[in-house]
């Protein structure tokens, strides 16, 4: 069996990394150090295509296999694991499962805006009293008119 990378593989490997070593690896550690979050650069990697690359093109997204992913990831990883699992938690926790499961109203409302860095997606799961168990969790999500009020403790927002 052969695991070689395909010529676009590779093409977009080198592209990545480039753009991780040029544009986050000169400010992760300040960032870092200082508990930030770069707009700039999420909106940088946004502009490369990072968020939705495995969507259709229907969406806003780059419509590349989901090894191109991975690879864009572990490229964004070699220089900043923050940086990383933003594309990582955008594209797994936000954008996929909507893009997999989500009806067409949604896809066509959402995942452009998702495409482009225009929203960012989180995912809050952890709890004081429940941990990561989902069944024990207690915020609640009420529609209150035209808005939803959310109410409750999390320990830890993934994004």
């Not at 395909?6 to 508990?35: G, Q, T």
């Not at 009806?103 to 997606?121: D, H, I, S, V």
Request: charged fraction near 25%; aromatic fraction near 10%; charge should be negative.
């Amino acid at each position: 069996m052969d695991f070689s990378l395909s010529m676009e593989h590779e093409i977009l490997r080198k592209s990545v990394r480039d753009f991780a070593e040029n544009e986050i690896k000169p400010v992760a550690r300040e960032l870092d150090e200082k508990e930030e979050f770069s707009y700039e650069t999420m909106k940088a990697m946004a502009e490369l295509g990072l968020f939705g690359i495995f969507v259709s093109e229907e969406y806003g997204g780059q419509e590349m296999d989901y090894v191109s992913y991975i690879i864009a990831t572990e490229e964004i990883a070699r220089v900043d694991g923050s940086h990383a699992a933003t594309v990582a938690a955008g594209n797994s926790l936000g954008i996929g499962p909507l893009y997999y499961y989500g009806n067409e109203e949604q896809k066509k409302k959402y995942l452009p805006k998702a495409c482009r860095g225009e929203t960012l997606w989180a995912f809050g799961l952890t709890e004081p009293n429940a941990g990561s168990d989902a069944g024990n969790t207690q915020t609640t999500a009420v529609l209150d008119g035209d808005e939803w009020v959310i109410n409750g403790s999390k320990i830890f927002i993934t994004n």
